[in-house]
């Protein structure tokens, strides 16, 4: 079999992605007074925090250089991936425990960047210019993350490596909530991507529209592999919605020039731990999964919450049957 053959990537002569960048310098209001002290991406989804799931989807599709874009008061999320020598002493008759703590000083390499103000996500994404240069590279947000048996990034870097520009994911939303989410209008896209996943074009983006004005029900998932390239459009990019400098605008001004954008409409597990809600859904999710703590659990939630009400407990243990089945949260 030829090299090309092999990894169709190679065939455009363009490099694949081997950064990733998380801007993570956020208040995270909707947690207060919780996040006053901790930072959102430190809260535990079971024994984990959320950031730690979001490396270990960057790590699982190849790449082990992680910058962590970072604000003030948020300095434990590098020391979560830092080593504990007392600590790794006092477990030394621990092994599981000593092995899960050794994992995260050997996720990947670490790197930090201090975003001084929150001015918008291309705000934060234009710091990571020095340390990533001019190669491509994805930007993964910090509060969401796809399970590890459906995964979403080996694709996106892939087509990405294929067509040289901004590669996005989407995933499907009820029409009428497409007033909460970033909406892309799409075309089919060229068949030669057809192989990579289920693939379409972009030919633009709405912010928030109403049911009736959406020009579909595919709204932007927190995953973007973007070209060097782009750092210049964010430099380019005036101030938008909120005063804030969008990620959004200087994409769409990247494609009114030429550069393709496409995206991979994502039908897997999605977790958003974004808002309250989304964060204990996750929680719960997850630990119905558990090897170790699902049966036990799931009878215990089931207790919980019937009350004698059996209406009440089938839904909500078909609830987490739906989300292991691959049902968005």
């Known amino acids: 079999m030829s090299e090309h053959s092999a990894n169709p990537s190679a065939a455009s002569g363009r490099s694949r992605a081997v950064k990733a960048v998380i801007p993570a310098a956020g208040l995270a209001t909707r947690f207060l007074p919780a996040t006053k002290a901790v930072p959102k991406e430190l809260l535990p989804v079971v024994d984990r925090p959320v950031l730690q799931y979001i490396v270990e989807e960057a790590t699982q ?8 874009i970072t604000g003030r008061g948020k300095t434990s999320m590098v020391d979560h991936f830092d080593r504990r020598p007392d600590l790794e002493e006092r477990l030394a008759k621990k092994p599981e425990l000593l092995a899960a703590v050794k994992r995260t000083e050997e996720l990947a390499a670490i790197y930090t960047c201090r975003q001084p103000e929150q001015l918008g996500l291309g705000h934060a994404v234009g710091y990571a210019e020095s340390h990533v240069g001019d190669a491509p590279f994805a930007v993964l947000l910090g509060d969401e993350f796809v399970k590890p048996s459906e995964p979403l990034l080996p694709a996106m870097l892939e087509l990405q490596a294929r067509t040289g520009g901004v590669v996005l994911a989407f995933f499907e939303v009820d029409p009428a909530e497409t007033s909460r989410y970033g909406i892309a209008s799409v075309e089919p896209a060229e068949s030669e991507y057809s192989d990579i996943a289920e693939v379409v074009k972009v030919t633009g983006m709405v912010e928030k529209p109403s049911p009736d004005e959406a020009p579909s029900n595919l709204a932007v998932l927190g995953r973007y592999v973007l070209p060097g390239r782009i ?5 380019r990019t005036e101030p938008g919605s909120g005063g804030e400098i969008q990620l959004t605008d200087a994409m769409e001004l990247l494609r009114t020039e030429g550069v393709p954008v496409h995206a991979i409409v994502y039908r897997g597990t999605r977790y958003d ?3 309250p809600l989304g964060y204990l859904q996750t929680v719960v ?13 799931r009878k215990w939630l089931a207790e919980f919450v019937n009350n004698g009400d059996e209406t009440v407990t089938a839904a909500v243990l078909n609830g987490i049957r739906d989300a292991s089945g691959g049902a968005n949260t």
């Not at 599709?61 to 962590?68: E, F, N, P, Q, R």
């Not at 750092?231 to 430099?235: E, G, H, K, S, V």
């Not at 999710?285 to 659990?297: K, S, T, V």
């Open 285 to 297: 999710q997850i630990a119905a999964e558990r090897e170790d703590l699902g049966a036990e659990f």
């Open 61 to 68: 599709a190849g790449i082990t250089d992680v910058l962590l």
């Open 231 to 235: 750092f210049d459009a964010i430099r």
């Open 273 to 275: 731990t974004g808002m």
